[in-house]
């Protein structure tokens, strides 16, 4: 394995659901090597949550924008579906929508669906 | 000692599951020294199963199940739930989540969790992400906004075995106290569930709050099932387009409770244009 390529299979779950799984284990490793361009090799990687992948950008920008120990992190051989997760979080990091008109449910009391 | 008996629901349904698990939880209000009843419950529902459970460990409340009581089942784990999941076993166990020992043996489980249910559905394209979706973001909220480090998730085939029910319960401080202590909001329990609809993170930032509301989406309009959330003296119920938010006047659950029911899936599905 190249010394700036950190296989994420090797080191996670092959369906990476929790940000702490980022945060206390790559973040770590990721730290520990000496490279200023590290590759995240996202193969056999087959499922990554939305909080996940939210964590793995934040981790991104986190080591770009480090004045002592500034890192460029590259993701690579990403599946589909996990290349569409972190592009969706991605594009809503950059720009959220409004989405308050969106809820308006109908307000019902516990006594209108049954009598107890 | 009162004897609380877990009502069957009328119809098979979220709306009639939540129902039964009210009338437990008012009963619960008027006793003490209460054991909860299983013996007429021939199906089992996780809406109803799985809030007990975790009162049962809670509280210390006593059960009695029938003799034929499928919650007898090895398979299952009632009502403490189990951290393994045996491939090799037909019955959905219930599991019990916590931090300990770490988080990736945590996600571990999850992951089991899910593979096992993805054994009842056809694995075609986009299926497993649409199991893992919903269930990966709603037990991260438990220990990302509960301040409980432990929680339950449980899944059962019904509806003459066509669909799947799930659900994720935590008994920590719930919605409403999330909001008052991160936002210092003085909002009702109904309103706290309004937030989460709209995607108003307790957290600071403005890019996070996606993962409730999101897995509803997904559930209601992509999968064609079923969501219900419930946290202090509110709920609310979720059928394709159709929302309902339920106030209730008595019976509260400190903490929340989520609960879905999808199809068995057969066809390919794309989950990402539901997200956001």
């Known amino acids: 394995m190249n010394k700036n390529t950190l296989k994420l299979a090797k080191l996670l779950p092959k369906n990476i659901l929790s940000r702490d799984v980022v945060r206390s284990i790559l973040e770590q490793e990721i730290q520990a090597m000496d490279s200023k361009i590290i590759f995240l090799d996202l193969s056999k990687i087959e499922f990554i949550s939305r909080s996940a992948a939210h964590e793995l950008l934040k981790m991104k920008e986190r080591f770009e924008y480090n004045s002592n120990n500034k890192k460029e992190i590259i993701f690579k051989d990403l599946s589909p579906g996990v290349a569409a997760m972190i592009r969706i979080v991605a594009a809503n990091k950059a720009y959220s929508v409004n989405r308050e008109a969106e809820f308006k449910p109908k307000r019902v009391n516990i006594g209108d669906l049954v009598k107890i | ?276």
């Open chain 2, 1 to 276: 000692m009162q004897k609380i008996t877990v009502p069957t629901p009328t119809k098979d349904n979220l709306t009639d599951q939540f129902i039964s698990l009210y009338q437990v939880l008012l009963e619960i209000i008027k006793g003490n020294d209460i054991t909860f009843e299983f013996s007429r419950s021939e199906k089992i529902y996780p809406l109803i199963t799985l809030p007990l459970c975790a009162l049962i460990r809670d509280k210390s409340y006593k059960y009695l199940l029938a003799k034929s009581s499928v919650l007898k089942s090895n398979g299952i784990n009632f009502p403490h739930g189990t951290n393994k999941i045996k491939a090799t076993e037909y019955q959905i166990p219930i599991i019990f989540l916590s931090n300990k020992p770490t988080a990736q043996a945590r996600d571990q489980l999850i992951g089991d969790f899910v593979e096992k249910l993805y054994t009842f559905m056809t694995p075609v394209a986009g299926v497993k992400d649409a199991i893992f979706h919903p269930i990966s973001e709603l037990i991260a909220n438990i220990f990302e906004h509960s301040h409980k480090d432990e929680g339950w998730a449980f899944a059962q085939l019904n509806s003459g075995k066509k669909c799947l029910d799930i659900c994720i319960v935590d008994s920590g401080r719930g919605l409403r106290e999330s909001y008052k202590q991160e936002k210092n909001f003085n909002i009702s329990d109904a309103d706290a569930i309004g937030q989460v609809m709209i995607g108003n993170s307790t957290k600071l930032y403005n890019e996070r709050g996606y993962g409730v509301r999101s897995s509803k989406k997904l559930i209601c309009q992509g999968l064609k099932g079923s969501f219900l959330i419930f946290s202090g003296k509110a709920a609310l119920i979720a059928e394709s387009r159709d929302e309902e938010l339920i106030e209730l006047d008595k019976a509260i659950w400190n903490g929340v409770v989520l609960a879905y029911r999808i199809p068995l899936l057969k066809e390919p599905i794309n989950i990402y244009p539901y997200l956001e």
